[in-house]
């Protein structure tokens, strides 16, 4: 892939974040949830994010109860520890800039429930999904796109070591 002299992805994120992501979905046998957490920037008036951190809680959603009420019932906890984080980090202008979740042996989209969460949890243009295939090895980030078929439309990145 050439890539022109200006050209901006829309998401970055750190290699040792995207690393623990695969890490846990490859760990858990059913579908798992967790939280982007990074910030939005601005160059040649173009946005994009970069994530920095994930957030992941051990229970929080299994895939054989999964619903977006389990998700919300779970966003206190997920609050909690992203206000924790963002201490930690002496950093307030860290945001949530998406989610992520694993399709083990599924392959990469959005499934009714994925947008559904999207548009009801995630709904700034900002926000993103990423989607790990941890059985096929795969991952692709999503985001929002109403005037397409599928309401969803996939978005290029790149890694950051750190």
Known sequence: ???????????YIYKNVLDEIKRVCKKE???VFGYLIGNIYKWNKK???VIEEQLFI???VHSDKYSTSQIEGTAGKYEKKFQKLKRRKNNEELR????????????CFLSRTDLHTQ?????????????VDPIRDKLEFFT??????????NLSYATIKP
Do not use: R
């Open 144 to 153: 929002l796109n109403a005037s397409s078929k599928e309401k969803y439309k």
């Open 96 to 107: 949530i800039v998406g989610w992520w979740h694993s399709h083990p042996g599924f392959s």
């Open 47 to 49: 946005n994009y994010i």
């Open 1 to 11: 892939m050439t890539i022109e002299e200006n050209f901006v992805f829309p998401v």
């Open 29 to 31: 046998k059913l579908e």
């Open 119 to 131: 548009e009801f949890f995630f709904p700034e243009s900002y926000q993103v999904a990423l989607v």
């Open 58 to 60: 051990i229970g929080a």
